[in-house]
């Protein structure tokens, strides 16, 4: 196991009260290693090659923030699983802060998401696996009304130009779109 971060749990403030923080796991699959190459089998006749590819894949167990709570609140991160562009991944929809004192939510926050589908691009995928296709975007956020108050919302907007595939050889090294490669 190979261990590339540590959570916080909890912190003690100045004043001497705690916060603790919760977290629930997923576990995703992903690409480890892709390897392609073509080559040539009969040296007689070289129009007669052959490719062959390989991908390896890995699994990550990877942390989502549950909760924090103090003595006065509780902050819910509430995420469903069901990605259509991370295998095994999750999405944030809702944030909800409870206050202790209260005994009430005092704030409510919900995600609304689209995922984009990518463009027709050279790749490797000979499993032809659909994640690589699609990509998770958030449209808006929205405050909901609580005690009376009226709900706000925030959208977002997004460049139109489709992205390849996130298995296009349109990429970098760090797998960011590369114009000019396809």
């Known amino acids: 196991v190979y261990v590339s971060a540590w959570n916080a749990t909890s912190a003690t403030l100045p004043s001497g009260q705690a916060i603790t923080f919760s977290y629930t796991t997923s576990t995703i699959k992903q690409d480890s290693y892709v390897f392609e190459s073509d080559y040539i089998t009969d040296v007689q006749n070289p129009s007669h090659g052959s490719s062959n590819s390989k991908i390896e894949k890995q699994t990550v167990t990877t942390p989502h923030l549950l909760a924090i709570e103090s003595d006065l609140s509780k902050i819910e991160f509430v995420s469903s699983s069901g ?13 909800n802060v409870f206050s202790k004192i209260s005994n009430n939510y005092t704030e409510k926050y919900a995600f609304n998401y689209e995922y ?21 975007r958030l449209l808006s956020f929205q405050k909901l009304g609580t005690g009376g108050s009226p709900a706000q919302t925030w959208q977002f907007e997004f460049d139109p130009v489709k992205l390849p ?10 797998g960011y779109f590369k114009i000019g490669r396809a």
């Open 165 to 174: 595939s996130r298995r296009s050889y349109a990429q970098d090294h760090w």
């Open 83 to 95: 990605r259509l562009d991370l295998d095994g991944g999750l999405k944030l929809d809702a944030i």
């Open 116 to 136: 984009s589908t990518a463009s027709t691009s050279n790749e490797y995928n000979p499993l032809n696996e659909g994640f690589f296709d699609k990509r998770l």
